[in-house]
């Protein structure tokens, strides 16, 4: 879904799983064990939700670092083409954007 999405969605179940703690902590305090025992169930299934988000981020992440290598791969071939054909300066021009594409890559995954 994208990784800007899976990130908001993580901070949001980290913050209601964080809650549920608070909620906790007030009836372990009132001498209500059931039902802070209750959200502290609720507080793992939230930071559980917030994990799950957080592996989608790192699969939508390397996707997109991969989406940038194939078209780095793509620029470069080119480049070789382009040269071989005698065109030098086309082939710098096609390396140039191989080696940004691969520089975005690397900056997402870094």
């Given at each position: 879904?994208?990784?800007?999405?899976?990130?908001?969605?993580?901070?949001?179940?980290?913050a209601?799983?964080?809650?549920?703690?608070?909620k906790?902590?007030?009836?372990f305090?009132?001498?209500?064990?059931?039902?802070?025992?209750?959200?502290l169930?609720?507080?793992?299934?939230?930071?559980?939700?917030?994990?799950?988000?957080?592996?989608?981020?790192?699969?939508?992440?390397?996707?997109?670092?991969?989406?940038?290598?194939?078209?780095?791969?793509?620029?470069?071939?080119?480049?070789?083409?382009a040269?071989?054909?005698?065109?030098?300066?086309?082939?710098?021009?096609?390396?140039?954007?191989?080696?940004?594409?691969?520089?975005?890559?690397?900056?997402?995954?870094?």
């Amino acid at each position: 879904m994208g990784l800007d999405f899976q990130l908001h969605r993580m901070s949001v179940d980290i913050a209601k799983g964080y809650r549920q703690i608070q909620k906790a902590d007030a009836d372990f305090n009132k001498g209500k064990a059931d039902s802070a025992v209750s959200h502290l169930n609720k507080a793992l299934n939230e930071f559980d939700a917030a994990m799950q988000h957080a592996a989608k981020a790192e699969d939508d992440t390397y996707n997109k670092a991969g989406k940038e290598i194939d078209k780095g791969n793509a620029e470069l071939q080119k480049s070789v083409k382009a040269y071989g054909d005698g065109h030098a300066d086309k082939a710098a021009s096609y390396y140039e954007s191989a080696v940004e594409n691969y520089d975005r890559a690397l900056d997402l995954i870094d």
